[in-house]
């Protein structure tokens, strides 16, 4: 089998990060089509619309879920995920090697450097067609890593930057195309530096080879041939490794570091 740490029918996994770089951006972020299968974001969707009701937090337009827990000043009371947010995309994330010249099973993957070596939170947003987010940044919470798995639907990610005089340009410098099941990394200058939204639209416009930076790495680019995409409501997972972790069990609010 030519996929590594994979193993499902329809997920395909490259043998290393490597393979999955954009190439076209100004730090390293990598787009992986078929990172889960049918089969598992069918089961992932499910537990998602399962959970108990208070687990969704409604915005405005917009709905969310945190596992295990919201953040407090930045901080996360130390809880393992839940088992189906674990297996298979943590699992797998961990199996990926950065690249093809590793030792045996010593395997530097993603989250190698990062405090717990591994995501210890999820943030789920759920999009209905017409529904975006604002241009932001993610902040000092986390460690600046981060992995979205989409599900349901494909959407167009916006990268932003700051104009000289500090403002925000309106028109995204580079825009990503993130299909279902797919996997997108983003790390680096890409966290800190640039801002990222998804645009209140019903329809994606504009695609092709020239607008979108992972056009190369889609599962389907034919789906795109018409330039347009009409959204359908796209779920995506966010994972990261938050930076302070609380134990449980101190009182009077005081907190363990590690
Ligand atoms: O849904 C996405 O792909 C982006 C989510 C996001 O930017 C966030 O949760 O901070
Ligand atoms: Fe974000």
Same mark, same amino acid.
Request: hydrophobic share 40%; aromatic share 6%.
């Given at each position: 089998?030519?996929?590594?740490?994979?193993?499902?029918?329809?997920?395909?996994?490259?043998?290393?990060?490597?393979?999955?770089?954009?190439?076209?951006?100004?730090?390293?972020?990598?787009?992986?089509?078929?990172?889960?299968?049918?089969?598992?974001?069918?089961?992932? &969707?499910?537990?998602?619309?399962?959970?108990?009701?208070?687990?969704?937090?409604?915005?405005?337009?917009?709905?969310?879920?945190?596992?295990?827990?919201?953040?407090?000043?930045?901080?996360? &009371?130390?809880?393992?995920?839940?088992?189906?947010?674990?297996?298979?995309?943590?699992?797998?994330?961990?199996?990926?090697?950065?690249?093809?010249?590793?030792?045996?099973?010593?395997?530097?993957?993603?989250?190698?450097?990062?405090?717990?070596?591994?995501?210890?939170?999820?943030?789920?947003?759920?999009?209905?067609?017409?529904?975006?987010?604002?241009?932001?940044?993610?902040?000092?919470?986390?460690?600046?890593?981060?992995?979205?798995?989409?599900?349901?639907?494909?959407?167009?990610?916006? &990268?932003?930057?700051?104009?000289?005089?500090?403002?925000?340009?309106?028109?995204?410098?580079?825009?990503?195309?993130?299909?279902?099941?797919?996997?997108?990394?983003?790390?680096?200058?890409?966290?800190?530096?640039?801002?990222?939204?998804?645009?209140?639209?019903?329809?994606?416009?504009?695609?092709?080879?020239?607008?979108?930076?992972?056009?190369?790495?889609?599962?389907?680019?034919?789906?795109?041939?018409?330039?347009?995409?009409?959204?359908?409501?796209?779920?995506?997972?966010?994972?990261?490794?938050?930076?302070?972790?609380?134990?449980?069990?101190?009182?009077?609010?005081?907190?363990?570091?590690?």
């Amino acid at each position: 089998m030519a996929a590594a740490g994979c193993s499902d029918g329809n997920a395909r996994l490259p043998l290393s990060l490597d393979a999955a770089k954009i190439t076209s951006l100004p730090a390293t972020a990598y787009y992986l089509p078929n990172f889960i299968s049918e089969e598992e974001e069918r089961m992932i &969707l499910d537990k998602i619309a399962t959970a108990p009701r208070p687990r969704w937090k409604q915005l405005t337009h917009r709905r969310l879920q945190t596992w295990p827990s919201d953040l407090v000043q930045d901080r996360l &009371l130390d809880a393992p995920l839940p088992p189906w947010l674990e297996t298979p995309v943590v699992s797998r994330l961990l199996s990926l090697p950065l690249s093809d010249d590793h030792d045996g099973d010593a395997v530097r993957h993603i989250f190698a450097d990062s405090p717990h070596q591994r995501p210890n939170h999820v943030l789920i947003n759920e999009y209905p067609p017409g529904i975006g987010i604002m241009p932001h940044k993610d902040g000092a919470a986390y460690w600046p890593v981060v992995c979205t798995v989409s599900l349901g639907a494909s959407i167009c990610l916006n &990268l932003y930057r700051n104009k000289e005089d500090g403002a925000l340009d309106p028109d995204p410098a580079w825009r990503i195309i993130q299909e279902p099941r797919s996997l997108l990394i983003t790390t680096a200058t890409l966290y800190t530096d640039y801002l990222h939204g998804i645009s209140d639209i019903k329809q994606d416009l504009d695609l092709s080879a020239d607008t979108i930076v992972n056009w190369p790495l889609l599962r389907d680019p034919e789906a795109f041939a018409s330039g347009q995409s009409v959204r359908q409501t796209r779920t995506s997972l966010t994972y990261r490794d938050v930076l302070k972790v609380s134990k449980v069990g101190n009182r009077l609010g005081l907190f363990n570091k590690r």
